[in-house]
């Protein structure tokens, strides 16, 4: 009987390799693939080769990931002054035209523009760099992955 009422509760599942309609072929087989492994893999190449160019232009800024790491702001009150300055070089493309061009952060126009505190944007200049390198070069994986710097419903550059 305890066999009996296990079973009858499974009795409304449906293996997925019964026969469909007496052909060989299984119900697995008449199922959709929605997954594209293709496109899959294309995107990780991308994002690959993406990170490995962004990887070599924060070199030539003499930066690497884990310098980027260690300068991120861990609060919310620094991360917000961070994002300040982001959208005020968004603002003046010429300022991130600047740090490509000169290799250097332009702290006194963005402390200016931003009005955040020059000591602020020293302390964070290895994440400030990335992170608008990242907004300069056409990154737009990376970019992707940066929309919580984006002020919430803002557009990303």
């Known amino acids: 009987i305890d066999h009996y009422r296990a079973e009858k509760r499974r009795g409304t599942v449906l293996s997925l390799h019964t026969p469909v309609d007496g052909r060989e072929e299984a119900l697995l087989d008449t199922l959709p693939h929605h997954r594209d492994e293709l496109g899959d893999y294309e995107l990780r190449e991308a994002s690959q080769r993406e990170i490995q160019e962004f990887g070599a232009q924060l070199a030539r800024f003499g930066l690497s990931f884990s310098d980027v790491a260690d300068n991120c702001p861990r609060q919310e009150r620094t991360l917000a002054a961070c994002r300040a ?58 970019r992707g992955h940066l929309c919580q710097l984006t002020p919430k419903g803002g557009k990303q550059g």
Do not use: W
């Open 85 to 142: 300055v982001l959208d005020c070089a968004r603002a003046n493309p010429i300022l991130l035209e600047k740090l490509v061009r000169t290799g250097r952060l332009p702290m006194q126009d963005l402390a200016l523009g931003s009005g955040v505190d020059k000591k602020t944007i020293e302390r964070h200049r290895k994440y400030l760099v990335a992170i608008l390198l990242a907004f300069t070069n056409g990154y737009e994986i990376i």
